[in-house]
């Protein structure tokens, strides 16, 4: 698997979120949830009277691939009896949301596809351990599955801040950013979440 993060997740995180599948369920189906109301959210944000097609063409894809996500989350719980809470947070999407720049539209925009293709770029990484571990076949099939999608979304997000802005100063944002994910990743709390982090 060629990603470039540059800490790599434990097996040992798989193993113990997928103690609680359940509750791992849910962190993820609020995921797809966030992950499709963003793309949507980024839809209008290009900068500019004119937009390109391929913009909306782009993000209206990636939000529907999101909600199909989502509904197929949703009836795996349901078909567990499960239920989804009605609220969620995501530590680890906040901090790299934080690190999005204000001021320069286009700086603003190359930061929040880049957060995004971080996100996607790390739950990709997520899905294929636990597609590895899981003893569930049903999970192991889920899991599977999305890693294409995650993996095609995180390379879509990086593509698109080089339509804002030059892919040198796309690269060099990038190198910053992932080094800053490394940090926020290893500092999330452990528990049955797609983002977080092993325990001691």
Same mark, same amino acid.
């Given at each position: 698997m060629d990603l470039p993060l540059l800490i790599l997740t434990p097996r040992t995180w798989a193993v113990a979120a997928l103690s609680d599948p359940m509750a791992l369920l849910n962190d993820?189906?609020? @995921?797809?949830?966030k992950a499709a109301t963003s793309a949507l959210d980024m839809m209008g944000r290009w900068q500019g009277d004119v937009v390109p097609i391929?913009?909306?063409?782009?993000?209206?894809?990636?939000?529907?691939d999101e909600t199909d996500h989502m509904k197929l989350i949703a009836k795996l719980i349901s078909k567990r009896h499960g239920t989804c809470s009605k609220m969620h947070a995501n530590p680890y999407? +906040?901090?790299l949301r934080? @690190? !999005?720049?204000? +001021? %320069?539209? %286009? &700086?603003?925009l190359m930061d929040r596809l880049l957060v995004s293709a971080l996100i996607e770029l790390r739950s990709c990484e997520?899905? &294929? @351990? @636990?597609?590895? !571990?899981a003893q569930d076949v049903e999970l192991q099939k889920l899991y599977v599955g999305l890693w294409a999608s995650e993996r095609g979304h995180y390379l879509q997000f990086f593509d698109a801040a080089s339509w804002v802005m030059p892919p040198s100063v796309v690269a060099d944002r990038w190198a910053t950013m992932l080094e800053e994910e490394s940090v926020i990743i290893q500092s999330q709390l452990p528990g049955p979440r797609i983002h977080s982090w092993v325990g001691d």
């Amino acid at each position: 698997m060629d990603l470039p993060l540059l800490i790599l997740t434990p097996r040992t995180w798989a193993v113990a979120a997928l103690s609680d599948p359940m509750a791992l369920l849910n962190d993820h189906f609020h @995921l797809e949830k966030k992950a499709a109301t963003s793309a949507l959210d980024m839809m209008g944000r290009w900068q500019g009277d004119v937009v390109p097609i391929r913009w909306f063409n782009l993000m209206s894809a990636i939000a529907k691939d999101e909600t199909d996500h989502m509904k197929l989350i949703a009836k795996l719980i349901s078909k567990r009896h499960g239920t989804c809470s009605k609220m969620h947070a995501n530590p680890y999407a +906040g901090a790299l949301r934080r @690190l !999005v720049r204000k +001021g %320069t539209a %286009t &700086q603003e925009l190359m930061d929040r596809l880049l957060v995004s293709a971080l996100i996607e770029l790390r739950s990709c990484e997520r899905f &294929q @351990l @636990l597609a590895e !571990v899981a003893q569930d076949v049903e999970l192991q099939k889920l899991y599977v599955g999305l890693w294409a999608s995650e993996r095609g979304h995180y390379l879509q997000f990086f593509d698109a801040a080089s339509w804002v802005m030059p892919p040198s100063v796309v690269a060099d944002r990038w190198a910053t950013m992932l080094e800053e994910e490394s940090v926020i990743i290893q500092s999330q709390l452990p528990g049955p979440r797609i983002h977080s982090w092993v325990g001691d």
